[in-house]
């Protein structure tokens, strides 16, 4: 099974709303998780990252929380823009001595109306 | 900013046949990656390289799959006899250290026919 998941496929919101999009995961170890943002035909475009060590992270726009007792991930978009339509996916990085494979979940569209 | 650049854009080719798919990592960055994407899925691990050698490979990366860094510059992925389910988007990633964040190149969208 996979490690890591999104609560919804979709999420549509109006310009100027503040956009939640989750993601549980269920490798209890892992201890570095990543929110990737990708476009129609284009690869993966890092956003913002978040350490086991902390709780919240914030970035210009963004901010992801992580609540390790529930092994949950979200990220916040403040202010919603067009141009943030995208597929946005979760990724971690289970503890291991060696590995540093990314596991993705599946992904959720977020569609921002004007 | 640095990027990742993958070449070529697209390839289409016949079962059975070679492709080798070209990445140029970020400069100074030490971890390289390839992943896949098949249409409208998520992405998938396909293996990790570090210090010239392979450090992690999944059940997808099989004998059929090969990757080099035959330069300062370049890592490639092989597939040998490509198959109608090798069809999707592969990324190539680069990373500085071990649990650093991994940048993504632009995708070489590969058809099988």
């Known amino acids: 099974g996979e490690s890591v998941g999104l609560h919804l496929p979709t999420l549509s919101v109006q310009e100027g709303d503040n956009s939640i999009i989750n993601c549980a995961y269920s490798?209890?170890?892992?201890?570095?998780f990543i929110w990737y943002k990708q476009e129609s035909g284009k690869g993966p475009q890092f956003i913002i990252d978040i350490r086991s060590n902390m709780d919240k992270r914030q970035g210009q726009r963004v901010t992801v929380l992580l609540n390790k007792t529930v092994k949950h991930l979200s990220l916040q978009i403040a202010a919603t823009q067009p141009g943030d339509s995208a597929v946005y996916f979760c990724a971690e990085i289970p503890f291991n001595q060696a590995g540093t494979a990314l596991i993705f979940g599946k992904g959720t569209t977020l569609s921002v109306s004007s | 900013e640095p990027e990742v650049t993958q070449t070529p854009s697209h390839q289409v080719t016949q079962m059975g046949q070679e492709v080798i798919l070209r990445c140029v990592p970020i400069s100074n960055h030490l971890y390289f990656y390839w992943y896949r994407q098949i249409l409208g899925q998520k992405v998938e691990f396909l293996v990790s390289f570090y210090n010239n050698e392979i450090s992690e490979k999944s059940e997808i990366f099989d004998d059929q799959f090969s990757v080099e860094r035959p330069d300062g510059s370049n890592f490639t992925l092989k597939i040998r006899s490509t198959k109608l389910e090798d069809s999707a988007m592969y990324f190539c990633a680069s990373g500085a250290g071990r649990k650093e964040t991994q940048y993504f190149g632009p995708g070489t969208r590969l058809l099988v026919l």
């Open positions: 490798n209890s170890a892992s201890d570095y």
